[in-house]
């Protein structure tokens, strides 16, 4: 059987055959800056090598294809710091022959980053920002996105809970920036969908410590105060991608009520208790390998690694254009064990893939949901569709 990398960055540099019938070696760098490790609980902190694990089990799946086609990948690992600046990573890299570079890194430095590669002919894949403005106003010619859109996540919750019927929600959302982002794409999955905000709250973060001797009391008496005197709702639905608030919501808010979003019932691209269409092979490598789960953001990395290593194969080839040419191309998809082949979208260069409702422990559930159509690919009816779209690749 084939044998299928916050904070990170991964480079693809190719070079061709060589002498005496010598494999193709396909060099892949990951370059990285260390993962937040601020959570709310401590079983959510990151490991150190989230995302490279994924990077890794990934060569070896290249590889195991790569055996039979006379092709050879490699890792090659490099760590930037909060202040370096990843243009010149990438420039540094790209004078090692790189090709492709696979992202992990946060809107801003993605940016600098494939500018940088434009000018030096690289494509790169979106590992980890799941940004809009990427996708939409910001895009680039020369970015793929693997990680999903914010819209996508907002909108496979939204068809599950219109699927439940559960369609009067209390929005409550954070005061930073990216809870206000999230927020945004739930009100437009609300209102794609045919749910309804009845109200909605902010939660502003005035610090604190949690993890003192009178944190639980005082979170048991903050939260309730915070949901108290709401209208008539189905679910509670919070924003709040800098995990201040929302891990304390279940089983805390004034009304007995189901929370989702950024806590209950999560949307996200994979979880350690998946196990449908084969996923229990991947996830026992995993575990076996690295003696712990495989994360979301593993698998994100492991996706587009995976995706090079598709293109290489199916061109039996080296050569970056060709691969590229590929990749684009309406013959390209990759496997991911998630029940279809997944593609890409010729507008805004965004991988189509369902995703998973996660409650913690089970995944209760995929999107997209039955009933909700669409003339191309139910895939599309999450995150922005074609006539959406504001991307004008360049």
Not at 191 to 203: C, D, L, Q
Not at 209 to 215: F, I, K, L, V
Not at 335 to 347: E, H, I, S, V, Y
Request: charged residues 25%.
């Amino acid at each position: 059987m084939l044998r299928l990398l916050i904070g990170c960055f991964i480079l693809i540099a190719l070079s061709g055959t060589g002498q005496s019938g010598q494999p193709l070696e396909i060099k892949i760098g990951y370059l990285h800056q260390p993962p937040s490790r601020i959570r709310i609980s401590l079983m959510d902190v990151p490991a150190a090598n989230d995302g490279l694990a994924g990077a890794l089990l990934a060569i070896d799946d290249n590889n195991a294809t790569g055996r039979f086609l006379n092709q050879h990948y490699t890792l090659v690992e490099k760590t930037i710091g909060e202040n370096d600046d990843p243009a010149a990573a990438v420039d540094a890299l790209a004078d090692q022959g790189v090709s492709f570079v696979v992202t992990s890194l946060d809107a801003d430095r993605l940016l600098k980053a494939a500018d940088a590669g434009k000018a030096r002919g690289e494509t790169l894949i979106n590992a980890f920002a799941i940004d809009e403005r990427l996708r939409e106003q910001d895009c680039r010619a020369d970015v793929i996105h693997v990680a999903p859109a914010r819209s996508m996540l907002a909108d496979a919750l939204a068809q599950y809970l219109v699927w439940k019927k559960w369609r009067k929600w209390i929005l409550i959302v954070g005061s930073h920036e990216n809870d206000g982002l999230f927020a945004d794409a739930l009100r437009h999955a609300a209102t794609r969908f045919g749910a309804k905000i009845v109200e909605e709250r902010t939660f502003k973060d005035n610090g604190g410590a949690r993890r003192t001797d009178s944190g639980v009391a005082e979170i048991q008496q903050q939260i309730p105060m915070v949901t108290q005197g709401a209208p008539e709702h189905d679910v509670l639905v919070a924003a709040d991608e800098s995990e201040v608030f929302a891990g304390y919501l279940p089983y805390r808010t004034w009304d007995p009520r189901p929370v989702a979003g950024s806590a209950g019932l999560v949307p996200t691209t994979w979880d350690a208790a998946f196990d449908q269409w084969g996923a229990v092979q991947l996830q026992n490598r995993f575990t076996r390998t690295f003696q712990r789960p495989m994360t979301a953001h593993d698998m994100q990395v492991w996706t587009s690694v995976r995706v090079v290593g598709e293109a290489a194969a199916r061109t039996n080839s080296g050569d970056p254009g060709k691969m590229l040419a590929y990749m684009k191309s309406p013959e390209f998809s990759v496997a991911a064990f998630k029940g279809q082949k997944l593609t890409l979208r010729d507008w805004n260069q965004q991988l189509r893939q369902p995703i998973l409702l996660f409650d913690g422990r089970n995944t209760v559930s995929v999107s997209p949901q039955e009933g909700f159509l669409h003339q191309v690919s139910t895939l599309d009816t999450l995150g922005l569709d074609r006539p959406e779209t504001k991307c004008v690749l360049k």
